[in-house]
């Protein structure tokens, strides 16, 4: 089931970026009166959540450096509602999907499965422990095909997340320094000029470096060393594994349906970079 897992990241992770990557969800935020990305982001996706302090969003997210939520969370929803940025993301996400994966394919009986097989695996997970999870399962369920695909795949990444979290907690990695580790996985030389984490002052980043070398995780070059290597691979491992709950909803059967339904769907998208 681990192997699931992961597979199913390969496939669903692309749906879920055309929030992110694309123009139509941005444009849609900003039409509402967000300022910025990063106003229309932390308004959206938190907003699963209620008018949570800064703090919650802070703890729930985990990857960001101390006082960047706070910039934006809860000012942006101080005259747009959370529920309006919500219903803008999805607009935003489901006219970005339809754009790039073609009207053929977005109104094709396939896709309206792979929407229905993922809503079943999205809601069948406990919810326990997973606070974002709990947050999007919560919320309706679209009616549209591609909005409610994309909707059941985002749902999916947040269970992800959360347990990707729990592992990352596990091991004793913060959040920026997992920024770090993701950034040497990636061949990204010198990590901290990866884009999560090169606005960060150069102070806080060279701690951050510097509490890595002393745990033996990277070397003096900054650098993978074997142990952070191997630490890295731990928490990928359990997060996968960490992540299987919801596909055993689904039978051996309807798992292959999805991945054979989502395979073009997803090649679309990862030649298109989900924008």
Known sequence: MTHTARRMFELLEPICLV?????????????????TYW??????????????????????????????????????????????S??????GSAASLRRIVGPELAGSPGLARAADLTTKAAQGAPVAGRVMYAGMRALPVPDDPVARLWHSATVLREHRADGHIAALVGAGIGGTESHVLSALDMGIDPPESFGRIHHLPKERLAEVMA??????????????????????????????ELATAPYDALTPEELDELVAELEPITARLVAAGSQ
Do not use: M
Not at 19 to 35: I, Q, R, S, Y
């Open 39 to 84: 106003d229309g982001y932390f308004a959206s996706r938190a907003a699963p959540l209620g008018r949570v302090p800064a703090e919650v969003v802070d703890a729930a997210f985990y990857s960001f450096a101390e006082g960047e939520v706070a910039r934006h969370i809860p000012s942006a929803w101080e005259t747009i509602p959370p529920e309006a």
């Open 211 to 240: 509490g890595l070398r002393g745990r033996g995780l990277v070397d003096a070059e900054g650098r993978f060393t074997e142990a952070g290597r191997a630490t890295k691979q731990r928490i990928e491992d359990l997060t996968d």
């Open 86 to 91: 919500l219903a803008a993301r999805e607009r």
């Open 19 to 35: 929030t992110f990557f694309a123009d139509e969800c941005n444009e849609e935020l900003a039409a509402l009166g967000h300022p």
